[in-house]
């Protein structure tokens, strides 16, 4: 089971990313993926959780309106695409999961399975 976070990279305020969490050792569709973020002396914060039938996908306030999270089952991937960045949404993104069929959002077990981060930086 792994889970491979990238497309990080720095970018100017007001652009865009998008991250992708590609999965192998298991087929997304059957399980919720998160998105989460640390920033440097801060806490890990939860963005995004995208549910196996994404009836209970949710993207966090503090991010809501500028970030989206979407899956592509035939690339067994789930992506975090993230609009209008600011500089405070500099840090490391990581990918999750539960590993439990048929989870919704978020996972009663907690998240158990993550990815390697990816570093975003927004800077001028």
């Known amino acids: 089971v792994q889970l491979q976070a990238s497309g990080g990279g720095s970018v100017q305020p007001g652009g865009s990313l998008r991250l992708s969490c590609a999965a192998s050792?298991?087929?997304?569709?059957?399980?919720?993926i998160g998105w989460f973020r640390q920033a440097p002396g801060k806490e890990r914060e939860g963005l995004s959780c995208i549910s196996h039938d994404e009836d209970s996908t949710y993207v966090s306030a503090s991010v809501k309106g500028r970030f989206t999270t979407s899956r592509d089952n035939a690339m067994n991937t789930v992506y975090l695409q993230m609009n209008s960045l600011e500089p405070e949404d500099t840090a490391v993104y990581y990918c999750?999961?539960?590993?439990?069929?048929?989870?919704?959002?978020?996972?009663?077990?907690?998240?158990?399975?993550w990815g390697k981060g990816t570093l975003v930086t927004v800077s001028s």
């Open positions: 999750a999961t539960d590993l439990r069929v048929g989870s919704s959002c978020p996972p009663t077990s907690g998240w158990n399975y």
């Open positions: 050792g298991f087929t997304v569709d059957y399980y919720a």
